[in-house]
């Protein structure tokens, strides 16, 4: 289905990767699937998780190689992948912050979330961008307790994430 392009991100040391259930991966519906699914994971417990999640263009748009503004506006794009950030809901009241970023030729959306009822975790970071066939979502979740010392290092590594 679909081949995600390289990315690359600034990975503490102290973070281990996360085994990601197959459920998740994308793999148990090969070959065609429009589903979103998680890449890859990691976690420390002190300082929070983080993961890339990436969704087919085509359950966003029906344009091939779209840029990530054919999509739609930050708010827009995040209404359509939000419960992938959170695990359950996001409500638009939890997106105290977007904005835009170009890197190279490519467009990046970034969100701070507030959202105390994600299984993820009350503080969400999101950094979003599309490539090829695939829209690339990376997350950086903590809980209030982790948030309090590690919000610098998310957002270092949200800053970081590129494709």
């Given at each position: 289905?679909?081949?995600v ?114 299984l993820?975790?009350?503080?969400n ?29 998310l ?9």
């Amino acid at each position: 289905c679909c081949n995600v392009e390289p990315y690359e991100f600034i990975l503490p040391p102290t973070w281990k990767q996360l085994r990601v259930a197959n459920i998740l991966s994308g793999n148990y519906c090969q070959p065609k699937c429009a589903e979103p699914w998680v890449e890859v994971k990691f976690e420390d417990e002190r300082q929070g998780k983080v993961q890339v999640v990436a969704s087919p263009l085509i359950r966003l748009t029906n344009r091939p190689n779209a840029t990530i503004e054919d999509i739609g506006s930050p708010e827009k794009l995040i209404a359509s992948l939000g419960p992938f950030v959170t695990g359950n809901t996001l409500e638009p009241e939890e997106i105290i912050e977007t904005s835009v970023e170009k890197i190279g030729d490519l467009t990046y959306y970034s969100y701070v979330l507030e959202t105390p009822l994600a299984l993820t975790g009350s503080h969400n970071l999101a950094k979003a961008t599309a490539k090829g066939s695939t829209v690339v979502l990376f997350v950086a979740s903590a809980s209030d307790k982790q948030w309090q010392s590690s919000e610098k290092i998310l957002k270092a590594m949200v800053d970081s994430f590129q494709i």
